[in-house]
């Protein structure tokens, strides 16, 4: 099954999510419930969800009304003091019900911090308030593992961010804001498609957590169910968060192809990576003999695999190979694996030869590091040894200079 969270029309905020799950099935009482519960701590809520129309639009609206708006006077609640809070809600709440909603405000914290130049120590949170953030975001998440949609592949479409300016605690800024920025970094967004605040920090926070992936376009896809959730604001065009779930309609026998070219593994190695791949889930290994610069031979590895399986497989390709460069089509984008060029010597009969390395990081691992060819084929025409003990020598040298710098 297959989650989209579609905030390209009108954004995202807490109070959208949950009129969005609720449309999709949760059940209304119980967020009521809940929301109301843990903000009794923050000054308390009173939560009304309701039907109403947005142009056109048939969708829920949940309203969160503070009932103590000045709990926390005009400086706001701390971080520190939030979490504090929220951990009370320990037995109340599933625990990764919990753990996730901290989560969401972590991230706004990093974001302010980010933003002022504070330590997360030193964040009060104004815009986010208090009792109606915590019910926004617990509300949030608490419906989105009732409805089990942690369990489901969870897809985000661009958010709109819509444009002009706003007043905040801080002054006047521009849309986004900045802590809106600073959570969306990474991520596609859009302005428009009106001058007014689309997206909030807590509904781009709750974005980020709940995605396991992020598309520029609605992917393929057979609907079962579609959820609106209503915004307070009234526009000409429908002020809704949508979310669909539906099952993936892309046709299994749609593939990928990864592929890259090598010319250093012995016949034993590529053996060994042929029956690896399979096993982690290739639909096919294909090894076809190439010559490559130079005129020395080599093969072109190809491995054909199903999206699920393409991650695993570039990170098998890259650790077993230590090539520096995959190529996957039909999308015709490649994997690239970072790399480092360093100078070493190598003392041969009192003499010392210097040879350059080419060390290769996928994922934060070392998968190669090899002699340059040319240097070694220097050095065995000046010393008389064969390519062979030359490259044993190198490996020895690079081996004690990666031990040394505590990289193996």
Do not use: W
């Amino acid at each position: 099954m297959t989650i989209i969270i579609d905030p390209q029309s009108s954004g995202i905020s807490g109070n959208m999510f949950i009129g969005a799950l609720v449309d999709l099935g949760a059940n209304k009482e119980d967020i009521k419930r809940i929301t109301e519960k843990v903000a009794e701590n923050f000054g308390g809520v009173n939560t009304e969800i309701t039907k109403v129309n947005k142009a056109g639009i048939e969708s829920s609206f949940c309203n969160i009304e503070i009932l103590n708006k000045n709990h926390h006077n005009n400086h706001g609640i701390s971080y520190k003091d939030l979490i504090s809070n929220i951990n009370k809600l320990n037995g109340f709440l599933d625990k990764e019900v919990l753990e996730k909603s901290k989560e969401v405000f972590k991230i706004i914290a990093k974001a302010e911090s980010t933003v002022h130049g504070k330590s997360l120590d030193e964040i009060h949170f104004h815009e986010v308030g208090a009792a109606d953030a915590v019910a926004d975001v617990i509300g949030t998440i608490y419906g989105f593992y009732q409805l089990e949609l942690n369990k489901e592949n969870v897809i985000g479409l661009p958010i709109s961010v819509g444009g002009g300016r706003v007043e905040t605690a801080h002054g006047i800024v521009s849309i986004p804001a900045p802590a809106t920025v600073e959570i969306l970094k990474g991520l596609n967004f859009q302005g428009g498609p009106v001058s007014s605040e689309l997206a909030t920090p807590t509904g781009c926070a709750l974005y980020k957590v709940l995605c396991d992936e992020y598309l520029e376009y609605m992917p393929n896809i057979k609907i079962e169910k579609v959820g609106y959730g209503a915004g307070s604001k009234d526009f000409k065009h429908p002020n809704v968060l949508r979310i669909l779930k539906g099952k993936n309609s892309k046709e299994k026998g749609e593939i990928k192809v990864l592929e890259t070219n090598v010319d250093h593994l012995s016949g034993e190695e590529l053996g060994y990576l042929y029956d690896k791949l399979l096993d982690a889930g290739a639909r096919d290994v294909i090894m076809i003999p190439i010559f490559m610069k130079k005129n020395r031979p080599g093969q072109l590895i190809q491995v054909i695999s199903h999206e699920e399986n393409i991650e695993n497989l570039l990170k098998i390709m890259f650790k077993e190979t230590g090539t520096l460069g995959i190529r996957i089509s039909p999308k015709l984008h490649r994997g690239i694996a970072s790399r480092e060029f360093i100078k070493l010597s190598i003392e041969i009969d009192g003499k010392k030869y210097e040879i350059t390395f080419k060390i290769g990081y996928y994922d934060g691992e070392i998968i190669s590091k090899r002699a340059e060819f040319e240097d070694t084929k220097r050095i065995a025409i000046e010393t008389g040894l064969t390519l062979g003990e030359i490259r044993e020598l190198s490996n020895i040298e690079i081996r004690k200079y990666l031990k040394n710098k505590n990289k193996l």
